[in-house]
């Protein structure tokens, strides 16, 4: 937790403090509110342990020239670009709890393997909207957790400057819409792409047999015993059932119920919880939006998916011949706006040399989602 040592004297200054830090007032007293008169909490700062136990700050020079180095470190951190494993993003999940005490984390369930499903929370807790965004439900497309992790960097920096963005300031987006972010759905699939069958804890030749023999698992798409968590969800699933594989696969088995994965557990009991106003589903590929969904999609959907249309390039697409999938469920249950982006285009897994392009088509839709109309 980045505290140091202050004179009471200087801390009461707030308009200076906010001014010397470049942190906005709201996100200083938001972060202080537990700290006692000589403590000042810097949200988003790298301190050394050695700073912590220095000398209490007696000066604004003083303190100006202990944050001068820390806020490049951040702005580094939130402009890196990471390929994700499930050890990986607990890393920089607790960095960003730490740095970050208005997030709020929790586990919403555990994978087949026991892995932890993260949920990161951001926004008033009285917030009257509320805006979900998940990714990575199919393995190889794992490039979609990269994105939203970056963006999640990118909103909670921008948060403490009130950086304007897409004409939204963050403060007013941080008021008015709670953000759930599910940033890593399918943990285990993801680990078994990017880092092979012989570093999962699950037997090898059940895998390979599921991957049909292949020794490459880049064509993974499903969890780690062969199903296909977009296709889990209770909405119209018979059909899914009657055309896509019959036992475990790695891409496209529904399972021989719906909701029988835990990690589709967690997702659905998360939806039913939290009664979100909108979703978001992470996808690749093709560079389009799906949006409707046989008629139960909220009139506002139009207008929204047209402003994510215009700021990313990607193609509105209103209804496609697919079922059971965790956003189709949502809209069928809710009447309320559900979208599936499907970033990139090519081949997954996508070459992580796109990543830049990617984001900065996706920036938009992330930002403008947690604006809703009047």
């Known amino acids: 937790m980045p505290v140091i040592q202050i004179q009471p004297r200087l801390k009461q200054q707030v308009k200076k403090v906010s001014e010397v830090l470049n942190i906005h007032p709201f996100i200083l007293d938001l972060c202080n509110q537990d700290c006692t008169q000589d403590e000042l909490l810097i949200p988003g700062f790298f301190l050394n342990e050695s700073d912590f136990r220095a000398e209490r700050i007696d000066s604004f020079a003083h303190l100006e020239e202990l944050v001068k180095e820390s806020e490049k470190t951040r702005d580094n951190w939130a402009g890196e670009r990471n390929v994700y494993n499930s050890k990986i993003i607990e890393k920089d999940l607790q960095k960003i709890i730490e740095l970050f005490p208005f997030v709020r984390y929790r586990v919403i369930g555990h994978?087949?393997?026991?892995?932890?499903?993260?949920?990161?929370?951001?926004?008033?807790?009285?917030?009257?909207?509320?805006?979900?965004?998940?990714?990575?439900?199919?393995?190889?497309?794992?490039?979609?957790?990269?994105?939203?992790?970056?963006?999640?960097?990118?909103?909670?920096?921008?948060?403490?400057?009130?950086?304007?963005?897409?004409?939204?300031?963050?403060?007013?987006q941080f008021k008015q819409t709670k953000i759930s972010l599910v940033p890593l759905v399918n943990p285990d699939g993801v680990d078994l792409v990017l880092n092979g069958p012989d570093h999962v804890n699950f037997d090898t030749d059940t895998l390979l047999s599921i991957n049909e023999h292949q020794p490459d698992f880049n064509e993974w798409k499903a969890n780690i015993r062969g199903v296909d968590l977009n296709n889990q969800f209770p909405s119209f699933w018979e059909i899914e059932q009657q055309r896509k594989p019959k036992s475990p696969s790695y891409r496209d088995y529904p399972g021989y119920a719906p909701l029988t994965e835990p990690e589709a557990i967690a997702m659905s009991n998360l939806a039913e919880k939290s009664q979100f106003d909108r979703l978001l589903a992470l996808h690749t590929q093709g560079e389009e939006i799906y949006w409707g969904y046989k008629g139960f999609e909220p009139e506002q959907s139009q207008k929204t998916v047209e402003l994510f249309g215009s700021l990313s390039g990607y193609k509105p697409v209103r209804n496609l011949d697919s079922y059971a999938g965790y956003r189709d469920w949502y809209v069928h249950r809710y009447s309320k706006e559900g979208y599936t982006i499907e970033l990139g285009k090519g081949k997954n897994p996508l070459p992580f040399a796109q990543f830049e392009e990617i984001f900065q088509k996706t920036r938009g839709i992330l930002w403008t989602s947690l604006s809703f109309a009047d």
Request: overall charge negative.
């Open 111 to 172: 994978s087949v393997l026991g892995k932890p499903i993260h949920e990161l929370t951001i926004g008033d807790a009285g917030a009257p909207k509320s805006v979900h965004i998940n990714a990575s439900f199919h393995a190889n497309e794992w490039i979609t957790t990269s994105v939203l992790m970056k963006w999640c960097k990118e909103f909670l920096v921008s948060l403490c400057t009130n950086e304007k963005h897409f004409g939204l300031f963050p403060i007013e």
